[in-house]
């Protein structure tokens, strides 16, 4: 006779990697005789005064460079929240590179990882529902009998959520209170302000929330539907959930459990030139360098390539609670 044997399933996928992603650009020798790859100077505060709003030092960037850079660090952050990965779980991939037959190999990202049982589509906004679900799933964190919760959302979101507490205080008359109302001149001694916008709340059980405003919810390139109200958009409404803890500043801090990843020593990635009449150093006046120098191509321009790793890691996919806003 023999026992059982001890035995687990799970449906979270243990293993990580990064995916090579790739850029590059041309810049044509007209374009730096007409002065339109003018270098930009840049100012970099004082590493040892974070406090500091002086330059510290100064490095020149050429606006082709700058505008390349920052739509590659764009696909870099869509990628980190939106990638699809391409395997199986037997390491077969989908997409083989026809000019090499080199796999191509993405990556699962933020969105693709966390557990399908913490995505739950909402209509109708209720922190009172939320609250009871991070308290059941474990998602708050808890100190001192207290328990903190982030939500993540775009700006309807917000207003949504501001909204319905403002809607609940009334139940305490909290909205007539001096604070909320200041004169503002504007009419004489009649001008008067009503403002105050709820960012955080209290509710039963010591469950603090703090909300906070994620600009890529806002994003028309990603998303495109727009709310029947005519009001903003669909993605706006959206909400991510995961635990905080308060500090003693009274800011709300918790480690998400969400990391970037890269491969070690290339975390800044690798970017080349192919210089050809031009290069990155060209006088960008009529004055160009007449005298004899290497190059790679004979067109009247220059190359960048760059190309860097990335990836994305949810420490426990159970920790994170999505809600999409649904139709």
């Not at 270098?39 to 040892?48: C, E, I, N, R």
């Not at 399908?116 to 609250?131: A, E, G, R």
């Not at 609940?168 to 004169?183: A, D, H, I, L, M």
Request: charged fraction near 20%; include cysteine; hydrophobic fraction near 35%.
């Amino acid at each position: 006779m023999s026992g059982t044997q001890a035995h687990f399933t799970t449906f979270v996928e243990l293993k990580a990697r990064a995916a090579l992603q790739r850029m590059n650009y041309k810049v044509d020798g007209n374009i730096i005789a007409e002065g339109k790859n003018v270098p930009l100077a840049f100012g970099f505060p004082d590493p040892t005064d974070p406090k500091s709003t002086k330059p510290y030092t100064g490095a020149f960037v050429n606006f082709y460079d700058m505008v390349a850079l920052y739509q590659f660090k764009k696909q870099q952050a869509r990628a980190f929240l939106f990638s699809h990965k391409n395997y199986t779980q037997n390491e077969i991939y989908y997409g083989i590179d026809d000019r090499n037959g080199c796999t191509i190999q993405t990556f699962a990202g933020m969105f693709k990882q966390i557990a399908n049982t913490n995505i739950h589509p909402y209509s109708t906004l209720n922190l009172d529902k939320i609250v009871d679900m991070t308290i059941e799933m474990g998602l708050a964190y808890k100190m001192q009998d207290e328990y903190y919760v982030v939500i993540e959302t775009g700006a309807y979101g917000k207003k949504d959520i501001s909204q319905w507490i403002e809607s609940r205080s009334t139940q305490y008359t909290p909205n007539f209170v001096t604070e909320r109302v200041q004169k503002n001149g504007d009419m004489g001694s009649q001008g008067l302000t009503y403002q105050g916008v709820f960012t955080q709340f209290k509710s039963y059980n010591g469950v603090n929330i703090m909300v906070k405003h994620r600009p890529f919810f806002d994003d028309v390139e990603r998303y495109k539907e727009k709310h029947p109200s005519g009001y903003g958009l669909n993605a706006s409404r959206h909400m991510l959930i995961r635990g905080g803890h308060k500090m003693a500043n009274g800011e709300f801090l918790g480690d998400p459990g969400i990391h970037r990843l890269t491969v070690k020593g290339l975390e800044n990635g690798v970017y080349k030139y192919i210089p050809g009449m031009r290069d990155p150093f060209s006088p960008y006046t009529s004055k160009v360098n007449t005298g004899s120098a290497m190059t790679a191509s004979p067109v009247d321009a220059y190359e960048v390539h760059g190309m860097e790793w990335t990836g994305c890691v949810v420490e426990d996919p159970t920790k994170i609670l999505w809600m999409p806003y649904n139709i």
